[in-house]
């Protein structure tokens, strides 16, 4: 193989006649990260597979050909190499980690993510910002692994999903639903988009999957109009003419809101109160929180979080700290609790920022 000696500025030769230029695998790796981001999963794969062949930035290039299974829906082939990264400590491990329970929750291995967070949990060496997270990945599935062991252990067969599903997929529980939908992800075709339609126009259905369902409408550009309810507000959309910045913008407000008083008192904390709002929002999808004001929904975030990890807390200093009325405050706070438990939690991991 001809390779050029970056110390030198000079090739060598070896037997297979391949040159690898000054900064090649790194090319390779960020046309790989640019496909990636154009949905193109198998030139991504390409790419990457071609920088492995030089065993250079292994995390980066097992990282992006993760990314690439989960995106071609080889989720078995994409649990293998996340494993292999954490077995072979390459990579962040925490991130990693998320990754991989992620992929072990889609796949229904529940008893398996549940044996790996009671080991890691109890090293009590978890990262704040996974914290949160993690217990709701144990939660979840400890609850799978106590009340459907038969389902646990015979995860959905995507064949029977997309041909005998979709007439009655309104009647199925949250996860098979959840299920069906991220396997709809790699199709397009009238019957997904007649499901689609109908699934996020029955307010019978888990408030964030519709957002998830109207979310890949939108994506697949329907112009087709839909009805959809949630929580005593009312509109008629066009799935490709919607856009999320509005929502993004007013939860990033909260958000900063939330920083200035609380980010420095409690990180943890922050994290947890961050990810609970911005559940919120997601199902809340395609509203926005009424009335549009970022103090009062602040205050509302902070006071739910408390409660959520039965910490004491004073209504009036943390009104007082977001200027706005305690019973408001209150209520509001109660809202977010509610829309919480009507929300399916394996989904959580998702939001449109």
């Known amino acids: 193989?001809?390779?050029?000696?970056?110390?030198?500025?000079?090739?060598?030769?070896?037997?297979?006649?391949?040159?690898?230029?000054?900064?090649?695998?790194?090319?390779?790796?960020?046309?790989?990260?640019?496909?990636?981001?154009?949905?193109d999963a198998k030139k991504a794969l390409t790419m990457f597979e071609q920088a492995e062949q030089y065993d250079a930035e292994p995390s980066q290039i097992l990282?992006?050909?993760?990314?690439?299974?989960?995106?071609?829906?080889?989720?078995?082939?994409?649990v293998l190499l996340t494993d292999q990264m954490l077995r072979n400590d390459i990579g962040n491990y925490y991130d990693i980690l998320q990754i991989h329970l992620s992929l072990l929750v889609q796949l229904g291995r529940y008893d398996e993510v549940v044996e790996m967070l009671d080991v890691?949990?109890?090293?009590?060496?978890?990262?704040?910002?996974?914290?949160?997270?993690?217990?709701?990945?144990?939660?979840?599935?400890?609850?799978?692994?106590?009340?459907?062991?038969?389902?646990?252990k015979e995860p959905l067969?995507?064949?029977?999903?997309?041909?005998?599903?979709?007439?009655?997929?309104?009647?199925?529980?949250?996860?098979?639903?959840?299920?069906?939908?991220?396997?709809?992800?790699?199709?397009?075709?009238?019957?997904?988009?007649?499901t689609l339609l109908s699934f996020v126009e029955s307010e019978s259905n888990d408030p964030a999957l519709r957002s998830y369902a109207l979310h890949m409408l939108t994506m697949h550009k329907v112009e087709k109009r839909v009805r959809i309810r949630k929580f005593d507000q009312e509109a008629?959309?066009?799935?490709?003419?919607?856009n999320a910045d509005e929502q993004q913008r007013f939860g990033n407000a909260v958000v900063e809101q939330l920083e200035a008083r609380l980010a420095v008192e409690n990180p943890s904390l922050f994290k947890m109160a961050e990810q609970l709002w911005w559940q919120f929002l997601y199902a809340l999808y395609p509203f926005t929180p009424k009335p549009e004001q970022k103090d009062l929904w602040a205050g509302?975030?902070?006071?739910?979080?408390?409660?959520?990890?039965?910490?004491p807390f004073d209504e009036e200093e943390i009104a007082g700290m977001y200027n706005c009325r305690v019973q408001q405050m209150l209520e509001k706070g109660e809202e977010i609790h509610f829309v919480e438990t009507e929300t399916f939690q394996g989904i959580s991991g998702h939001s449109f920022r």
């Open 1 to 39: 193989m001809e390779r050029y000696n970056t110390m030198s500025g000079k090739k060598t030769e070896s037997s297979d006649n391949i040159v690898l230029y000054p900064g090649l695998v790194k090319r390779l790796i960020e046309k790989g990260m640019e496909a990636l981001k154009e949905k």
């Open 236 to 242: 008629e959309v066009i799935p490709a003419e919607l």
């Open 300 to 311: 509302a975030v902070h006071v739910a979080v408390h409660e959520s990890n039965g910490l």
């Open 120 to 152: 890691v949990l109890a090293e009590d060496r978890l990262p704040a910002k996974h914290a949160e997270s993690f217990y709701q990945l144990l939660h979840f599935s400890r609850q799978m692994v106590e009340d459907s062991p038969t389902y646990i």
């Open 157 to 194: 067969s995507e064949e029977l999903d997309l041909k005998e599903t979709y007439d009655d997929i309104n009647e199925r529980d949250s996860l098979e639903q959840w299920h069906f939908l991220q396997q709809m992800r790699k199709h397009n075709n009238p019957a997904d988009i007649r």
């Open 63 to 78: 990282f992006g050909k993760a990314l690439c299974y989960v995106e071609l829906g080889k989720l078995d082939d994409a």
